[in-house]
């Protein structure tokens, strides 16, 4: 599953595994989010209105620039701008590109709004 991720004038695509979670996301869709820079710049993350169904899920604390998983304590949605070892408690959903992650490096939009790809 593919889910857009508008930033402005730009976009993003996230490339969801297909999860309790994923799939509890997209039937959110639209929705408006607000993006927070997290960790020094090693993260962007934001919030869903309520926590995703996460029933059936993979959880993996591996993360690589791209890595887009949900903070299991927090609930929130994290996307990785940079691999990272300190990163505990994730649910894995997906990766974005490279080049994706250039954009996340370089957008200053504190609203996000994700749709459907």
Known sequence: MDVKMQLGS????????DNSATR???????????????GHGAEKIFYTPSKLDT?????????????????????????????????????QLGLVSAEDVKVLRSVSAREATLSLA
């Not at 730009?10 to 595994?17: A, C, S």
């Not at 620039?65 to 505990?88: D, K, M, Q």
């Open 10 to 17: 730009q976009h993003i695509v996230l490339h969801l595994e």
């Open 24 to 38: 509890d996301l997209v039937s959110r869709l639209p929705l408006t989010v607000d993006l927070e820079d997290f």
């Open 55 to 91: 029933s059936q899920v993979r959880r993996d604390d591996t993360t690589t620039a791209g890595t887009v998983a949900i903070f299991e304590p927090w609930g929130n949605i994290c996307i990785f701008l940079h691999p990272s070892n300190r990163a505990y408690g994730l649910i």
